[in-house]
């Protein structure tokens, strides 16, 4: 899958290691085992890049659990054997790594789970609120999770939102605009308010509408009419504002396709990992 | 104050603009005004880097609000003119940033308040336990929000912790090590799990000891008992370990210099923010 | 000894793994153990390279045997441990490679023994005739086989044949072309027809000549003329054309220095092997 | 038809080029005429892509016969125009490309011509068993010469191998994870060992089972049992494993739909063809 | 820590290996265990190094002792398991490395526990007296045996001496020169010859002076005259020239803060160290 | 002779230069005169290469002694004239090559000298322990100082040590492969244990039969056997194991070819040299 660069891994550890590690320089050089533990219940995610790390440090590294398990509190995910110094050295790094993304991937599937158990073809989507640097790590993550990576960025489909269509004026005309410029070489996705935006985008040929902020109610309501004017069928339905485990199974029992998750990637809670030394 | 340089802030830009921004290319070529509005009550963090990705894309901003400024739901932060195109490509970017930056600013903005409240010399400190990339700007929203910045690094103070005792056998000899690798160079503090090695800790002449994982009961105790030998005023007192807004009063009552919360950056709430085009 | 780069190596998995493998994600995450195994006897290849495959899927490989290890029929060749799913997803790839390598280093065993069985001092060589983009790791299989690697490309030696002969006239002045232009830098070896280009070429001062396409009897009677006119000792003597496991005895127990097998690496029949999960 | 773009083919010359073609140099610039022969009767392909390499070194080229034609022995495929030198430079590649290429459209044509003598409705496929790098290539010929191309990579079709349903547990969870996971975006197959593991695969709704490794006796009796309980109708059969010219027949005439066989692209014989230049 | 690359890593590989290993072809391929043995007491320097080229050449390693651990003759230092052909290839290029920096580390920590035992808080340092292309793994060398590693090169601190003063005209303009040119960016470091020299350097701000060449006593003589008038405390000290083993406790007991040592990689004694193959 | 070409030279100018040497930029421009003096007896190598370092930086160079010339203390190398800061910038490269390589110069003639004053027939070799990268320059020094370079790498020659005996089973056999692989192309070097193994070598044709790590009457007896059978005559004789000056007499006076000492390049002594600037 998807991953980014050693280099990009190597930056995470010299930003925490700086000019060196003033306390593990204490510890006389020994070869020791150690493990990453989980804490708490949870899905785990970046074994792979957290593996990587070890190994540009000289550790060598054997799997327990593999990346998107579900595992108990108390899990050993992985092993490690190397130099003290250096598995001191980069132990904040590669937990505040594993802890976010497996907190991505722990909340994408429990959300799965809620909506798959009313509507098993409702996909969880991600949003682009990732932290700025760890967008494709966060997409991974959400992956992992069972959740639908979504955009990786702006380059890669059309997203017409609220301030474009202001900007253009219509759903109609933005629609157009997009076609004219990129033909069919882009998915085009266009964030409705109410039911005439949806009838005009797909009328338009919008592959997707986003149903924006709106209650389940008023999502509920703009679906059946456009399945009674045969125009669900049309399109994609992505449902998007405000979601979190407090409302999803409002949206998961309604006919769309997508629900996108902001809360995903914008307000991770870590899951409690530590690394343990094997005396 | 510190932060990152403009490099950093194009790489965050890059990540999510990568070949281009295919859809505000629909948009027409016109100036417009934007503005980013806070939507609940919150400790604003990141302005200055948010200003600087505006400038680095030739728009100007006129500031309604300075970094660290609490304010009400609804508030509009700073004000952009510019190419609508150029707003719209690194809007994400830049509400992701400052959502986040905000959060963090936020809760330790509630905890300091909670803290000070029954005692105003102790100080809410962040660890490193930042994510992979953010550890200056995270740290920075820290300060923002009225707290202790702490370690920046590996490399800027010593932090003595079980790993390291355990490889080295002893409290004692970990601090005659490091004083003696490093003479008075750095900070010296050391995690310590029970009474008799936060004396040892006292004697050895650690700057500051961390007691990590203890209840508050327990805490007291052992600073009490370091009160009644005169070892108190000799070293400050951190406590840390699993502490959040649920029972940092606990701590706050107590004889302690630095309360440490992991969670203030490793599990971000996002403050939520949009960015709207003036019509 | 000479390989492709980690680049050449990913863009085979890429080749099939594109935008994902759709099969392994129906696999719950774990890790496993596997082994690749060789069905029938054989002389392997592609140890080293396959190796560097399962490592940049973050694998761990241990080694049964070595790359050029001639083995019997259901050996295992190495075990690998790691994420199931990367290991499914790489298994075509792996196998597709060490089944034609090793089919070549076979297959060169086979010929060079045959041929050693009369004549030790005969060298059984490859030709140019690989598989478009697998140049190096095919004359790599040929050499752990036991064969000569002879030249990579047209870079490395001056092979005068005969449509360079008919555009310059003769034999000749082919050679002499060669010499003013490249000096002394290159090796010469010229594919002559009869015996009078042979005397042609190495009183000119051919380093090699090529009897092409002739039978062993022609062939014999050349190399006995050139041995009874004192030119023999000045030559290599190469022979070619069609020669494979049914025709090289006639050739082997010749006066000649090399024999080259084109089919060695244009009709590979890939090796029986299989990758197995253990249990 | 599918291809590859010009990248890959100047990357096989490069290959052989390298810094240059050294013997070649020594012809003095002159136009010259040559064309391509092929010396054993045979079913041609590749016409398309070495036509695009002569372009790319500047020659002009006609065609004599079309990809996909069957040839006498000693027939002209093409006629080549222009620098005698780029001719020479690039004869090595062509050749290499075509006569591999040539060979799977040949052996293919015989495999399709034995089967459909017996049973026209029956098709002869591919399997992924391709040389790392030429996939694109390999499964076009096939297709010229008459097979089924089946899936180019891991990323178009879901088919769950033996090594699959040991890890999932059994076929039918197999099949029911692929539904979950994808819905109906990708066709699934499924490889089966017996009549229990075809009725399962049947009834959960595969839409191709493959019949792997098994005599054809056993094969005869599980389609028979299939038709008799009417699961034979609702989906297509592939029998695969060992199968070449030497035992296809007795597949051939079975309820069959697929035959494949990894021999076509895993164990090419080389077509005889040689670039003559004309006098 | 700091270390080189692995490109040069590969160089040091070629140098030895060139065209090929004409010896290690004549072993049949086989997977063996190797180990590498001191044959002496020594501390311990190039583990991370020695690793990384056998994992280049596609060798397991399993540590048995870390950079910079003292060990007593015969110890193994660490087990490697691969292709003996590559094991052997590889086997002068590692331990010529690790008996280099081990030499270096063990004389460091002779050096440094002898001027410890009498004053603590002097350094041992090493110069800028390296083999040339080794100077990164010198210096590690140096640090890992528990000396100061000194300036990396002439890019990072300023060191004023004798014939920059010579040129110059006097330490006084020397100094200011610096500090016009420079600011405060780098540090300042001055040889000076006797007192007038040394006081000058300090009045005029020098961050350290170096007393070069001088006998112990003339050195305690000039540090007693700067004590007495109060500018010990505001410079570093530190002495060199010609001090080895035999006369370093002369200096060690004095009141300087580092002894610059250029034996210490100028005359290497290499470790004894041998490459054992396991039966 | 053979050097290392100017991008080597240049290599270890930047290692020390880096971004700039900071010191002597704070140098008035002038142009300097400048000299190289020996500061002890020794035998000089390097003079080509520091001169031609010179030259790259534009100095000019006037010799006053030739490479492998014996100098007394203080003798004058050469004198440089050019910009002052050139010549500064590039003094510690220069002094450390010079200082080596004439150490390695100085040992090798003072042993030559002592076995050519028993025994004028036996050669001093160096072997392949020198610094990694340094190796063509550590081996030219050997041959200034009188001594016999040996094997440059493993490329060269096939010398048989315990290791690969030991994985191919005896002597014979292992003569026996090389010679079938590599017919007389190379040299044939054995390290022998004993008698049993010296004749077995001799007797399939080795051309030298290393005697490593056996005492000089060891030697001496085994030598004796040899001769008695006539066998001496057949084949060169080395021998080697931890010889130096200490013991280098014993080895002198028997009948042997060369005497390999590892020390001359593993365990160098530098030969004290400066560059003064000329008032």
Partial sequence: MISVDDSTLKA?????????????????PCIIDACIVCKEGAVIAGIE???????????????????GSEVKAHTTIMR????ARSILAVERTVLNLMMRLSGIATYTRRLVSMVKSVNPSVMVA???KT?????????KAVVLGGG????????????????????????????RRARSIHGSKYTIEVEVKNLQQAIEAVLEGAD???????SSSETEQIIKELRSRGLRERVKVEVSGRID?????????????????????????????SLEVND
Wanted: glycine share 6%.
């Fill in 12 to 28: 995470f550890l010299e930003e925490d290691v700086g000019s060196g590690d003033v306390t593990s320089m204490i510890v006389e």
């Fill in 49 to 67: 890049e957290v593996s990587r790390i070890f190994r540009l440090v000289n550790c060598n590294v054997t799997y327990s659990v593999a990346d």
């Fill in 80 to 83: 490690i054997n190397g130099d």
């Fill in 126 to 128: 991600a949003t682009r």
């Fill in 131 to 139: 932290a700025p640097g760890l967008r494709i790590l966060d997409k």
């Fill in 148 to 175: 639908y990576m979504h955009r990786l960025g702006l380059y890669d489909m059309v997203l017409i939102k609220d301030n474009h269509i202001t900007l253009i004026g219509s759903v109609k005309d933005a629609i």
């Fill in 208 to 214: 997707t509408i986003m149903l924006d902020n709106l």
């Fill in 245 to 273: 485990e407090s409302n999803i199974m409002e949206y998961a029992r309604l006919d769309v396709d997508y629900i996108s998750v902001g809360k995903i990637t914008h307000s991770v809670r870590a899951v409690d990992m």
